[in-house]
């Protein structure tokens, strides 16, 4: 009789970001500024998975992600699920939601749109379609897909979704 074995090791504290769509471990990890952390990282790309056939799944020693984190993280991977971890045991299960409207996450590229000017007014976005997914900005009313969306954080001013996308 086969053991099964845990191909990726426990960690005792911290965020365990699971069911993220294959392939995009390294882009949540830029993304989200997680990837200048020096705590122990475990990653697991195209990992075999029952409900999705692979999934990517991370795994980061004592770090908590905040809210931005989350929401950024429902952008790329709207099937994600985020564990936190304490003792090696989990103590709280998140499933990540794409919000109907997105606010401050995305950059508009529309060099015309008015969120662009000096107006003090935050990018808006409306969710249209979740898969694949499809925003639209509440100001000019461009349409962008997933390949063309620039994020912003205030970490690292703009980062643009660069990632092969299978549909």
Known sequence: MLEEKLKIDK???GSVIDHIDAGYALTILNLTG????????????NVSSKKYTTKDIIKIENV?????Q???ISILSPNATISLIENYKVIEKKKVKLPQIIKKLILCINQTCISNSDEPIDTEFLVLEEKPLK???????RIY?????VFTSKEKKEKKVIQRINL
């Open 11 to 13: 960690i005792s504290k």
């Open 34 to 45: 997680i990837d200048e952390s020096k705590n122990l990282m475990t990653i697991g790309v």
């Open 64 to 68: 908590f992600l905040n809210e931005t």
């Open 70 to 72: 989350m929401q950024q």
């Open 135 to 141: 925003i639209q900005c509440v100001y000019c009313e």
């Open 145 to 149: 897909k997933l390949e063309e969306i």
